[in-house]
């Protein structure tokens, strides 16, 4: 059965980072569009950043963009969101999530993590 599972949550003070990471087990995802969302509490699920299969495409928020970098491994069947500069804004529940397609579009994403806390005091 398809897995992933987010790692490297934590508490950060606003200004530093934290680097996320999605192991993915159960099937090969090197072909599929990898992504991460965030859900802070009282809001809606939101896109933050997508990377295609081969690396070479990647798509930010602009809330997070120039801050946040997306990276995959796709012999580890891994991929790593760094989070710098982090703002307390930024604390949310972090997902992985997998899909087939454009990196491009946000919406249809197939697997989802259990999600891992990220939390930034001011």
């Known amino acids: 059965q398809a897995q992933l599972v987010e790692s490297g949550g934590g508490l950060m003070q606003a200004g530093g980072s934290l680097s996320l990471s999605c192991a993915a087990s159960?099937?090969?995802?090197?072909?599929?569009?990898m992504g991460w969302f965030r859900q802070a509490p009282g809001k809606e699920r939101e896109f933050v950043a997508a990377i295609s299969w081969s690396g070479g495409s990647t798509y930010y928020a602009d809330s997070v963009k120039g801050r946040f970098t997306i990276a995959r491994d796709n012999a580890k069947n891994t991929v790593y969101l760094q989070m710098n500069s982090l703002k307390p804004e930024d604390t949310a529940v972090y997902y992985c999530?997998?899909?087939?397609?454009?990196?491009?579009?946000?919406?249809?994403?197939?697997?989802w993590g259990q999600g891992t806390q990220v939390t930034v005091s001011s």
């Open positions: 159960g099937r090969t995802f090197s072909n599929y569009v």
């Open positions: 999530a997998a899909k087939s397609g454009t990196v491009y579009r946000i919406h249809g994403y197939d697997y």
